[in-house]
Every structure is written in C-alpha cells, then in structure tokens.
C-alpha cells in the first residue's frame, strides 16, 4: 500500500512540526509522515545541528505507538530504524554500515542519521517521533565535514538524480515490515542490527574521556550499551562515555 507523506516546501524541524502538531491537535494516526525540501533548523543527536541542502536530500519524520515497548527496550526501536535504513540501502550501496549508535555510513562516510524523540507514560513509550535525514542528491558539503560526509549520488556515481519522495515511500514500507517484526522477535531485530555494525570485531581507537583506547567492538546490548573487548576484558559504554576517533 502506498503511504500518505505530508509534503512541505520548507520547516523548521520535521521533528518539531511533528510534536508541536500532537501537543495542540488531535491525535493523528501512526505512521503519519511528515516530508520537507528543506529543513532550517535540522536537529540532529547531542544537540547537534542536521544541515541539508534545500531540495536535495531527504529529511522527514515518522509518528509511531510504540506502546508495546518498556522504557528500558527503547534501544530495540532505535536498531528497527536503524536496520530499515540499512536495509534500504544495502541493494544500492553495498559497504552500507550501522555505526552505533544509529548512524548509516557508506565507505567511512555518514549518509544518514536518525533522531528519535520519545514521550513517555506509565514507564512505557506513549509516542515516538523518528526523524531521518539521508543525503541523496547533494554533491558539496561544507569544508568541515565534506571528508566525513557522502550521499547516495556520490556514493554511487550516478549522474542522474534519485527521487526523493520515492526513496521516502521505499523507506517506510521496510520501516513497516520491521516495526512489524519488532513486536514478535525483536531478538531477530537485535541479531541483524549487530550483523552490520561498523567497526565490529576490528581493533581501533577510541576515546574515553581523556584516554584513548584500542579495542574492538562486539556487540551493542538490548538496553543500547556498546560492549567492546579492551586488553582481553569486556568494557561496557554508553554513548556519552565514548566516542569514534577516525
Ligand atoms: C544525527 O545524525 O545527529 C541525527 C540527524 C537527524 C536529522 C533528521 S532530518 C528530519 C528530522 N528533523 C530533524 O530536525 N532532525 C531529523
């Protein structure tokens, strides 16, 4: 079935559209899709900014009721999304990565970051607002991240562009196929999520607080913890605690 994606010419924030929308209206259905060509004030993890040139890329959000999931499982929803991207893009780019923890990179590059945004009530999530950005057409990136930044253009060498909106409706049918899995084996969701992280089982450096370390990552736990072999002993992190050195 195809999908009913909001278009708007420009916005803020999906995300912010998306919640300002829920706390002043009526409840809206899940998997209501909010689309925009340009984004000025793109909200991105750790109070990051998401820059995206206007008309070029993808940046949208999704609505869901993930009522099902405890607080404590609200990992399990950030790896569904994050697979679903992946999976969108493995058929098209095949050196498609999960960094943790959830970032989309093609050879050593992002070309997609998700930002949940999650309300809570009696310990379980009430709704979720999944916002995605994905660079698509863009070829210029300013000088700070132009050599940590790719697209789905460039990464493919393609001369002509991709479609955006179609990208949109591909993207959310596997979003649907895995939310759907995620309510019967998200086990399943987890395995796959860790089959395709980044870095995984390679020796590189990272930095904890002041100090770097080497090791290689194993696995991401259930509740979004980074499991990393350090000097023979298992080290357990959370995302502010460390970070990739490149
Ligand atoms: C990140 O990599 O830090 C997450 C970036 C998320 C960007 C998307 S674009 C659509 C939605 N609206 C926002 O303001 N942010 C997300």
Redesign the pocket.
Known sequence: TAQNILVLDKT?????YLKNYLSKFKPLEEFTAIM?HE?T??????G?I?Q?AAGEN????LLLYPDFLPIHKQFLLSACISLSVYELLLPITATVRIKWP??IYVSEK?I????IENSLQHQQLKHSIV???MNINQTHFVESIQSKATSLKLATHADENYSVLNICQALIGIIRKNYNRLKNDAEGILHDYNAFLFQKDQLCSYQVGNEILEGKIIQVEEDGFLQVLVNNEIKKYDLKDISYLK
């Open positions: 803020d924030s999906t995300n912010t925009t984004q004030a793109g909200r991105g993890l750790r990051n998401w995206s993808l940046t949208f959000s959830n970032d992002k997609a970051g998700i930002l916002g995605i950005g």
